[in-house]
């Protein structure tokens, strides 16, 4: 089994359902700009996350395929409203949706999406799922989306700081990157009709890989190559961005070494020989392995924490997606 | 009874219902700006309406208390980015959500808002709603949600163009203003206990309300004070808008009129002298009286549905309160 068949299996599906649900907004300019990104291509990872992890516990697809697009529309409003306010012109390749539209579209699509995605959960067919359970997945995708919000202003508050610290920032990445995940997997069993016990396990499968991914997500923004990330490698160094990397190291740092890089993070114009600095200096005391680290420990645990589903091929998914997140170049 | 008294008799509550389900929301700055508008105070005409309609119907406030605060927020929520979009600095008497802070923080406090006022309805205790029923109320704030962008983006759509029709404009304005005092009597009415007679009563009786209420927008930005309207007289001639005075204008107006007024609405530089002669030609076409009387008639038949109510105090201040949609002078 690979990772890339895994991952790429319901994308079609969960499209076509996107599409269905997209398809009666109007006027047009909002219905093209909600259903951009979405046609612009993504992994579908937190969909496919869903989708899966109802199959573990011997639910349909199906079933689970409302809740999985809803969980994509929460995502995609999520990217267009970041880039919005970090003003990236790109995303998967394309111009941003404020780019080809404009702030205020762009603005509302987001909402359109999210608005949707309650819509979606809220209706998905009683016969089956019962009403009681879907207001426990709605309430998880509701406290998602709180977290999400949190995590970004919390994100925002951090620039200009250079005394975060590592529960601060794992605290971020939670809310920012991992609830949502989380509610995935969460939501996901839920509609597959889990026990209680395995639905708090799902969680927590959901919530480690989830930030394992942001780590990886740091990690990668400095080793990979610019082809790879679409972007230039050590953006996070030039705009000073508080990771757990930078963190570590100026922990870890001597005083003269610390200064020497606060003062890069802190360059409003950084060479590439300042990157080159920095990145020894990251290097030097280990905060690139210590990073990788935490993030396979966070993926062990969660793939233990995979014991208590039945042998089947979606677990073995589940456990390549888990190997994935940190397996991944881009 | 006065309808002051009906309208003021529940801010408090919601007031304090609302700051208790923000006070959560971390980093301080975005709890801040979320409670911001809501602090700023509004007339809170949404929620006073799902509590009174619950009341109406033999509910308790206490258990409509939840719905009404959510409601409130999905309005504050689409205040606050409305406001990015038409780029307006004041609200509520003071400078708006991103002039105080910035457009970053002001999406994501609409956001938090948003994701709130799901998460509130959702978390409403069991032994009071049924699950069952929750989700008929969910749903239907999650489709005025829905309407609300789909409104705003129709009314963005409808710049520049002037050959609006009364169907398209009544349709636009039945999603940006309507459709949410509508989910308000119609949540209220499901969180109060009604039959699927009477809630479905209550939804007509907001919608048309609804409607009174943005023709009376409509209404007041040509004939009232500026000091009662905190926003000059005309204003929407200055900016072109199309509304039922206006299209009632277009439609009515001899040829040589109708250009004087396309002109005038067209012109990127409008005195006060332009704004006089296109007051003028509303009037001398009746459209002014024509507006008024198409938000007469709405309600009155709004009105007419209460009937259904047995008779209450609440059943009477649904009376005042559509009465004073037209009564009101900002």
Chains 1, 2 share one sequence.
């Not at 880039?83 to 111009?95: A, E, L, Q, T």
């Not at 404020?98 to 987001?110: R, S, T």
């Not at 930030?211 to 400095?222: E, G, K």
């Not at 001597?254 to 802190?266: G, M, N, R, V």
Request: net charge negative; glycine share 6%.
């Amino acid at each position: 089994m690979n990772v890339n068949d895994v991952l790429g299996n319901y994308n079609k599906d969960i499209f076509s359902e996107i599409e269905k649900y997209l398809s009666t907004i109007t006027p047009d300019s909002l219905q093209e700009a909600s259903l951009y990104l979405t046609k612009a291509g993504g992994k579908m990872l937190r969909p496919s996350l869903a989708i899966i992890t109802a199959e573990a516990i011997g639910g349909s697809k199906q079933n689970a395929l409302g809740t999985a697009g809803a969980i994509e529309l929460i995502h995609t409003f999520s990217l267009i409203h970041d880039d919005i306010m970090d003003d990236d012109d790109m995303r998967r390749g394309k111009p941003s949706v404020h780019k080809v539209w404009d702030e205020g579209i762009a603005i509302l699509a987001g909402d359109t999406l999210f608005s949707k995605a309650f819509e979606i959960i809220i209706n998905t067919p009683q016969e089956e799922v019962s009403a009681a359970q879907l207001n426990v997945a709605l309430s998880t995708v509701a406290d998602a989306c709180v977290k999400i919000c949190e995590g970004q202003a919390s994100d925002i508050s951090f620039e200009g700081r250079y005394d975060v610290e590592f529960d601060e920032y794992m605290e971020m990445i939670f809310k920012k990157t991992s609830a949502l995940i989380a509610a995935a997997t969460k939501a996901g069993a839920i509609v597959g009709g889990a026990s209680e016990e395995v639905i708090d396990a799902m969680y927590e499968y959901g919530r480690l890989i989830g930030l394992a991914f942001q780590i990886q997500d740091d990690y990668l923004d400095l080793v990979s190559s610019e082809d790879e990330l679409g972007k230039p490698v050590g953006s996070d160094i030039v705009e000073g961005k508080m990771t757990i990397i930078v963190i570590k190291a100026l922990e870890e740092a001597s005083p003269e070494d610390k200064e020497t890089l606060l003062k890069i993070l802190k360059s409003e114009e950084t060479s590439q020989a300042d990157v080159d600095v920095a990145m020894d200096l990251l290097d030097k005391y280990g905060a690139l392995e210590y990073a990788r680290n935490v993030a396979q420990e966070n993926v062990e645990e969660a793939k233990k924490l995979l014991e208590i589903l039945p042998d089947s091929e979606s677990k073995q998914a589940l456990e390549l997606i888990a190997d994935f997140v940190l397996e991944r170049k881009s």
